[in-house]
């Protein structure tokens, strides 16, 4: 679609990337005067800045990137393009946590990390492991068979949280689907640091693999004959970006369709090469979000709306759009 | 007599059942060998094993250049052995050229980029299977024959010394087949590629190959020259159907018509 050269991709991505999360630290429902911001002194200004403004962008594009590449993992992974660690349960597992957990009212920190997040976290690892366990006992390692026990595993967590949704009070009902609604207020860089070992861990994981990612798109016995070792390969992926996404989720909450659209997005407009896309994946993945926040702080001003109301909003008619554009040059994925 | 790739009472597995058994044969530098056999036979299996996709016994009595072929790295494998698989799959839409460097994926590093040597291969590549035209053209863009060559190109591209190919003109119109086919033959003839190819279909095996492999039930059948399958009661056995004889109108050989036998 787009012929812009190769070269010119990248640093515009960094460019874009820059001034969205530039413009949207000064964005929100209050106005800030710039001149307080510099220096020392302790005004309310520069505590909402540093405090709230700044880990606030950072977590959202962490987050944003995290979750797009591990998307665009899953796709080249399981050749199709409905697979993201959201459709493997993911996502619905931390959900699960977070929600036994706020229901249950367990209030505790580890290591400045909240009680929801520990519990969100170890919903996503026991469905990573339950997931890849039923398949591995099934013996059926098609791409299919895995997506498959992903749907049914996410299904069934889904089911399980509207249970516990139901034997909850308002107050804790309410506590249960704001967090499903995914967002990113923080105050202070405590998430911040949560996320950014997982994302940035994930990151040099898929930079490693980012030719065995394109060999494994043309499917496992060509990659095989070119001499990937896929089964290694498919493990290390795999757990890796679920992790990612196990992390990024348990701190933001589901914040559904970058997973899934993002690298879509980014695929029709630079194509499937890997060692192109990944890095535009990334950039684009953490602007959207930070985007899509920025406007969450605005739109109902001063109330704020939840981020993932707006990414499924904004993203999918202009999914729709690219695709029907690309539909009509037979450049779409698959 | 040492075989460049031989195999050697070689037996299969998956599961309980057993797909190949005892097999041997053996084949050398620079043949052209078909193998044949009905649908279901254990054909495309034993390509898989020969190129090690399908997970092999340490132990493996297939021998690459002497050496038992599980002794190989992936890698090494993979600079040895390139596999062209039947080319209707779903894919992500690569451009042609995208595709076939993905063929130099054996000679490159993590995080490192495609030199000189890997441009030189792709572009020798394309210009064998005669792609130049369709260089940046989308492969799910491409019709079935075109797609077939860039499958063929992009094990060019791995500078292999043998290439194995899974029906590689099943579902090809006639010029797709011709093309395909001496785009094969040149490869053969003025590269010296080791070429294994597998069809079910006894006429297009008939032009190329020096020689054939039968398999039946995953047992081999047959093995020799085209010029000796080429015998009604033989054919009959494999494809459990009968035959007539056909003399070909230019080469001299025979083709064979399914249907009663007259």
Redesign the interface.
């Known amino acids: 679609m787009s012929k812009l050269p190769d070269k010119a991709i990248l640093p515009l991505l960094i460019a874009g990337s820059l001034a969205v999360c530039a413009v949207s630290m000064f964005t929100g429902a209050t106005s800030l005067n710039i001149k307080a911001l510099i220096g020392t002194a302790n005004n309310i200004d520069s505590m909402i800045f540093w405090q709230i403004r700044v880990p606030r962008v950072c977590l959202a594009f962490l987050s944003g990137s995290g979750l797009a590449l591990s998307g665009m993992v899953f796709q080249?992974l399981f050749?199709n393009p409905l697979a993201t660690p959201f459709t493997m349960g993911v996502s619905s597992g931390a959900a699960l946590g977070a929600s036994v957990c706020l229901r249950l009212g367990v209030i505790f920190t580890f290591c400045g990390i909240s009680s929801v997040s520990v519990c969100a976290f170890t919903g996503a690892l026991l469905s990573i492991f339950l997931v890849y366990g039923l398949v591995r006992a099934a013996g059926i390692f098609s791409t299919v068979a895995m997506l498959l026990a992903g749907v049914a595993v996410s299904l069934t967590f889904s089911s399980i949280i509207l249970f516990f949704q139901y034997i909850s009070d308002f107050a804790q009902s309410y506590k249960i689907v704001r967090w499903l609604m995914g967002g990113v207020e923080v105050f202070g860089y405590e998430s911040v640091f949560h996320v950014f070992p997982f994302v940035m861990c994930g990151a040099v994981i898929v930079?490693?693999?980012?030719?065995?990612l394109?060999?494994m798109?043309?499917?496992d016995?060509?990659a095989?004959?070119?001499?990937?070792?896929v089964r290694n390969t498919r493990k290390i992926l795999f757990f890796g970006t679920s992790l990612v996404t196990g992390g990024v989720v348990s701190v933001c909450g589901p914040i559904g369709f970058i997973g899934m659209m993002i690298p879509h997005i980014c695929?029709l407009i630079i194509?499937?090469?890997h060692r192109k896309l990944a890095p535009a994946v990334f950039l684009s993945g953490g602007s959207f979000l930070v985007f899509c926040d920025a406007l969450s702080r605005i739109l109902i001003a001063p109330a704020e709306m939840p981020v993932g109301i707006i990414t499924a909003l904004l993203g999918g008619p202009f999914f729709l759009w690219l695709f029907l554009k690309g539909a009509a040059k037979?450049?779409?994925?698959? | 007599m040492n075989y460049f790739l031989e195999v050697k009472d070689f037996s299969h597995t998956i599961g309980e059942k057993t797909i190949l058994k005892n097999m041997s044969f053996g084949i050398n530098k620079g043949d052209f060998i078909s193998i044949i056999g009905p649908n279901g036979a254990g054909k495309t299996t034993l390509l898989?094993c020969l190129?090690?996709?399908l997970p092999l016994e340490k132990n493996v009595s297939i021998y690459l250049d002497g050496k038992q072929l599980t002794k190989y790295s992936?890698?090494?494998?993979?600079?040895k052995?390139?596999?062209v698989?039947q080319a209707e799959?779903?894919?992500?839409?690569?451009?042609v050229t995208?595709?076939i460097f993905?063929?130099r994926?054996?000679y490159?590093s993590?995080?490192s980029q495609f030199g000189l040597k890997d441009n030189e291969v792709v572009r020798w590549a394309i210009s064998c299977t005669g792609l130049e035209s369709l260089a940046n053209r989308?492969i799910?863009?491409l019709s079935g024959g075109e797609r077939q060559k860039v499958f063929i190109a992009a094990a060019l591209a791995?500078e292999t010394e043998i290439i194995?190919l899974d029906e590689p003109t099943a579902f090809l119109d006639y010029k797709h087949q011709t093309e395909i086919k001496s785009i094969l033959e040149n490869l053969n003839k003025k590269s010296g590629v080791t070429m294994i190819s597998v069809t079910h279909d006894v006429n297009s095996a008939v032009v190329n190959s020096d020689s054939v492999i039968a398999v039946k039930e995953g047992c081999i059948k047959f093995q020799g020259s085209i010029r000796d399958l080429m015998n009604v009661k033989l054919l009959r056995e494999i494809y459990d159907t009968s035959f007539n004889l056909l003399k070909h109108p230019t080469n001299g050989g025979f083709l064979i018509v399914p249907g009663k036998e007259e």
């Not at chain 1, 037979?330 to 698959?334: A, L, N």
């Not at chain 2, 799959?89 to 451009?95: A, G, S, V, Y």
Request: with cysteine.
């Open positions: 080249a050749r930079w490693f693999y980012l030719n065995e394109n060999v798109a043309t499917g016995d060509v095989l004959s070119r001499g990937v070792n695929r194509g499937p090469d037979e450049e779409v994925c698959f | 898989k190129d090690g996709i992936r890698r090494d494998l993979s600079k052995i390139s596999y698989p799959r779903q894919t992500f839409p690569f451009t995208e595709f993905m063929g994926y054996p490159i993590p995080f989308r799910n863009s791995q194995l």
